[in-house]
């Protein structure tokens, strides 16, 4: 099956750029998907089609994917930033949805 | 606007069965796939299974393949997943969300948290 493996966390400053990676076999192929999940709330979708934002959310999330690695970058980071962060795929050979293992981001 | 309400809390024993509701609103129920996501305490997201709204085709996660059943009504826009012989490490939360086939969750429930505890 396929695997998606992401860094358990990510710290960051306030203002600076926090860049959080998946990384998969030939992910590069495949539409990504990144949540972000605080706690105690269901999971929402902040990039989608590896680079689409949805609306209402802001301009300082935007994604890449490439190669082996996908990667979601928030910049000028606010303390409201602070949450899970879980990227996703299809993957079409078992016609599965598969989620990353998360990623938590300390601002 | 499109809004994912799901069924309360429930307490089960081991061995027991528990099905969650997920009542869509705001759309048209049989344009979108229904995903089923489990998220144990302190734990990831873990995709359990997707039911096509349309036909009822569904398509289970290995981990969960003859031991958990996803339905929909269509008369009252509400999808349904069954899970059979819980064990304490079912404990979790689970999300309905609406999907884009072949993509992404757009629209996520509340969560129903299932606690199974002799």
């Known amino acids: 099956s396929y695997v998606l493996t992401q860094p358990p966390s990510v710290s960051v400053a306030p203002g600076q750029t926090a860049r959080i990676s998946c990384g998969g076999n030939n992910i590069g192929s495949k539409s990504v998907h990144w949540y972000q999940q605080k706690p105690g709330q269901a999971p929402v979708v902040v990039v989608y089609d590896d680079s689409d934002r949805p609306s209402g959310i802001p301009e300082r999330f935007s994604g890449s994917n490439s190669g082996n690695t996908a990667t979601l970058t928030i910049s000028w980071v606010e303390a409201g930033d602070e949450a899970d962060y879980y990227c996703q795929v299809w993957d079409s050979s078992s016609d599965h949805y598969v989620f990353g293992s998360g990623t938590k981001v300390t601002v | 606007q499109v809004q994912l309400v799901q069924s309360g809390a429930e307490v089960k024993k081991p061995g027991a069965s528990v099905k969650v509701s997920c009542k869509a609103s705001?759309?048209?129920?049989?344009?979108?796939?229904i995903s089923w996501v489990r998220q144990a305490p302190g734990q990831g997201l873990e995709w359990m299974g997707w039911i096509s709204t349309y036909n009822g085709d569904t398509n289970y996660a290995q981990k969960v393949q003859g031991r958990v059943t996803m339905t929909t009504d269509t008369s009252t826009s509400t999808a349904y997943m069954e899970v059979r012989s819980l064990r304490p490490d079912d404990t979790a939360v689970f999300y309905c969300?609406?999907?884009?086939?072949?993509?992404?969750?757009?629209?996520w429930g509340p969560g129903t948290l299932v606690t199974v505890s002799s």
């Open positions: 969300a609406r999907a884009y086939s072949g993509s992404y969750h757009d629209s």
């Open positions: 705001g759309y048209d129920f049989t344009n979108y796939g």
